[in-house]
């Protein structure tokens, strides 16, 4: 069973880049099945999908944070990467990693909070 | 891009039947998809729908999906309220290499 775990710094500075990385275990990273992305939820509020990457690399990310991310692979680490620059407090949420076929997220890591404060 | 809009909350006893909606502002519903996650106080979200009416293994038969073209909506239907039913559900479909999400639906079993 594929699982999915996120690991986060917590919190980032305003102005910062926020890191987090997602390890999988339980499958390949390169099972071309399967697509990876970002979706996060700020406290209290509803969930908004960041990006996704491709087997093979190609990536698209929401029009709404496309000129701040970066989602990659390191396959050699059985990890996918999200970089998210120029924070703000808008930015306060929780981070899901996830693994996508088709049209749907079949899997969830439990999440990572991460605050954007001073 | 499209959006979904979901009532915030509904509300039955345990049970009854509810339906949550999920209506898309443009384009036509049937064109793609539409999922739903079921998201408890706490926890990651999980799949209970997909591909508009399809349930994975796992999930009751209480759950159900359906699109309706005439409202341009998707609804998920539980029947049998449980107390465990509460919680938060989210329509999702895909289009363009985006995935969007609907804001959300709470609901609660009393």
């Known amino acids: 069973q594929l699982q999915l775990q996120e690991s986060s710094p917590g919190l980032v500075k305003p102005s910062e880049t926020l890191s987090l990385t997602c390890t999988v275990s339980?499958?390949?990273?390169?099972?071309?099945?399967?697509?990876w992305g970002w979706i996060r939820q700020p406290p209290g509020k509803g969930l908004e999908w960041i990006g996704t990457?491709?087997?093979?690399?190609?990536?698209y990310y929401n029009p709404s944070l496309k000129s701040r991310v970066t989602i990659s692979v390191e396959t050699s680490m059985s990890q996918v990467s999200l970089q998210l620059t120029s924070v703000t407090a808008a930015d306060t949420a929780t981070y899901f990693c996830?693994?996508?076929?088709?049209?749907?997220?079949?899997?969830w890591g439990q999440g990572a909070l991460v605050t954007v404060s001073s | 891009n499209f959006m979904l809009t979901q009532s915030h909350s509904v509300s039955e006893s345990p049970g009854k039947t509810v339906t949550i909606s999920c209506t898309r502002n443009?384009?036509?519903?049937?064109?793609?998809?539409v999922q739903w996650y079921q998201q408890r106080p706490g926890s990651s979200p999980t799949i209970v729908i997909y591909?508009?009416?399809?349930?994975p293994s796992g999930v009751p038969d209480r759950f159900s999906g359906s699109i309706d073209s005439s409202s341009n909506s998707a609804s998920l239907t539980i029947s049998g309220l449980k107390t465990e039913d509460e919680a938060d559900y989210y329509c999702?479909?895909?289009?363009?290499?985006?995935?969007?999400f609907g804001g959300g639906t709470k609901l609660t079993v009393l």
């Open positions: 996830a693994s996508l076929s088709g049209v749907q997220v079949d899997c």
């Open positions: 339980g499958g390949s990273i390169n099972n071309s099945s399967y697509f």
């Open positions: 990457i491709y087997y093979g690399g190609n990536t």
């Open positions: 443009s384009g036509s519903i049937a064109s793609n998809y």
């Open positions: 591909e508009d009416d399809q349930r």
């Open positions: 999702q479909s895909y289009a363009n290499n985006n995935w969007v």
